[in-house]
């Protein structure tokens, strides 16, 4: 019996890592680079977590494991025709200097809090009493038309504004502390709270739980699936996009938040077999120098039509649709998107550079839409290139970048300079030389897998089976982590860590 508990314990880290390397969104941290372990840990750019180790492992393996171009069959092009027909297409290995995107904003809160704010004040800016106040009659609704079809509930009684605001603070309290269920505050084991439990009774948040509502029925105009929970994010994202502007560097990607890493490490594999599988995906569009998450986008999936996401899982035409729906309101603001291979084409760039949005991303031959772009850029030479040396086409303001370090990294950028040229810094090999582009990229998105690394430890990690609730729990825990960001930025944070 011991032996099998031991094994279990065995397991455990390797059912976390399999679970976090599931997240393949961004594809991108510093270890793409080529670099782990103690020779990264002098840069406050890179991280080296089981998380972003996975994920670049995976994507530079995959590049290293490319074999050189094969020999061409007879009647084929050679290379000077192939040359040709790219610069037939506008692709040249003439490069020009040109200046990056003006941008003018400065970013940051949008009101100046007083030194005597509370946390539950800077979360209220996102989710005010009007939103808690129609929860509560929502769930009042509910509980009556659910009893009038069902039969009287004698126990129950209409859930008040106090009631409500200690129910999401139960979920939101048990989640960060990681407990066994949200129930186990009144258990009195090891994660019992006495004063917690006294604001409440376990029986009477049970029966708000059984009853929770955001919206209690669907309206005869609504066809969207999400209608359950929509209102909310739209209320939501309007508290974002007036609390904060950010900066003119952004990223694009799927935060880390699809499962729950304590219980995917104390799990038997029969219950992670169990375990109901997403029906959503959630991107977010996030500011890079601070971590403040400026705009959501849930695309759900409603069956196996065109448009579903089992159509689409994984196919550039599902991230172009994420990221067009991301962009909607950054046009004609300059700003720099980041964005990792399965969202990275040329076909989006230059559609949402028409819109004054520049973009940066790393390209993937096998997850990136490479149409349009030269070939002689996607293969790799039989004899890998010395670290740090790069080959650069220009079409236009859109830079393809080839740069070898370990492997070949690509990267199609018009918001950096091709001329323009950055290091690397290790600590223990020194500097590698690297196109501009590269090191903004490097700097950002490695930020940004610091920031998941960090902030998924604390998203609310109870997964109820209505796939509206999840969504609902998961934007909750993205409006606690912005209000901590904006609580950091005001003065509240120095009188009162």
């Not at 209690?216 to 209102?231: C, D, E, I, M, N």
Request: with cysteine.
């Amino acid at each position: 019996m011991a032996e099998g508990g031991g094994g279990a314990r065995r397991r455990a880290p390797a059912l976390l890592e399999a679970a976090r390397a599931r997240y393949e969104s961004l594809h991108i941290s510093d270890d793409v680079f080529g670099e782990s372990g103690p020779d990264s840990g002098g840069n406050p750019f890179y991280s080296t977590s089981a998380a972003s180790h996975s994920s670049s492992a995976a994507s530079s393996d995959d590049e290293r494991e490319r074999p050189g171009p094969p020999p061409p069959p007879p009647g084929a092009p050679d290379a000077q025709e192939a040359e040709e027909d790219e610069a037939g297409a506008g692709w040249s290995a003439t490069l020009r200097d040109r200046p990056p995107p003006r941008f003018e904003d400065t970013g940051g809160p949008t009101r100046k809090m007083p030194p005597s704010a509370s946390a539950m004040d800077f979360f209220q800016l996102f989710v005010p009493d009007n939103v808690l106040k129609n929860m509560v009659v929502q769930t009042n609704m509910y509980a009556k038309k659910f009893q009038e079809r069902f039969g009287s509930d004698g126990a129950w009684a209409e859930v008040t504004l106090t009631e409500m605001k200690a129910f999401l603070g139960y979920m939101i309290s048990t989640s960060i502390s990681h407990c066994e269920s949200v129930l186990s505050i009144w258990s009195g084991g090891f994660y019992s709270n006495r004063s917690l439990a006294l604001v409440m009774s376990q029986a009477r948040f049970e029966k708000i739980l059984k009853y929770f509502h955001v919206v209690a029925f669907r309206s005869s105009q609504t066809t969207h699936g999400l209608y359950k929970v929509q209102p909310f994010l739209d209320s939501l994202q309007n508290g974002f996009d007036s609390a904060f502007r950010p900066s003119q560097t952004q990223v694009l990607h799927e935060p880390l938040i699809d499962e729950d890493p304590v219980f995917i490490a104390t799990c038997t594999e029969r219950e992670l077999r169990k375990r109901k599988k997403r029906k959503f995906s959630l991107w977010v569009r996030q500011c890079s120098s601070t971590g403040f998450i400026i705009q959501i986008y849930v695309h759900l999936k409603e069956g196996g039509g065109p448009d579903g996401l089992d159509a689409l899982k994984n196919k550039p035409q599902l991230h172009s649709m994420v990221a067009r729906s991301l962009c909607r309101n950054a046009a004609g603001k300059n700003y720099i998107i980041f964005t990792g291979p399965s969202i990275t084409s040329l076909t989006l760039f230059e559609e949402l550079e028409k819109q004054e949005i520049y973009c940066c991303g790393l390209l993937s031959p096998r997850k990136s839409d490479c149409t349009g772009l030269p070939p002689s850029m996607l293969s790799n030479p039989a004899t890998p290139p010395a670290r740090g040396q790069h080959r650069i086409k220009m079409k236009g303001n859109m830079s393809l970048i080839c740069w070898y370090n370990k492997g070949p990294f690509r990267f199609l950028t018009n918001a950096y300079s091709p001329v323009q040229q950055g290091v690397i810094i290790k600590r223990k090999t020194g500097e590698i030389p690297c196109p501009l582009a590269v090191e903004a990229f490097a700097a950002h998105l490695s930020y940004i897998c610091k920031y998941d690394d960090k902030y998924s430890k604390y998203f609310i990690s109870h997964k109820p089976n209505k796939t509206w609730q999840q969504v609902f729990w998961f934007a909750i825990s993205i409006a606690i982590n912005n209000a901590y960001i904006l609580y950091k930025m005001s003065d509240a944070y120095h009188v009162k860590s």
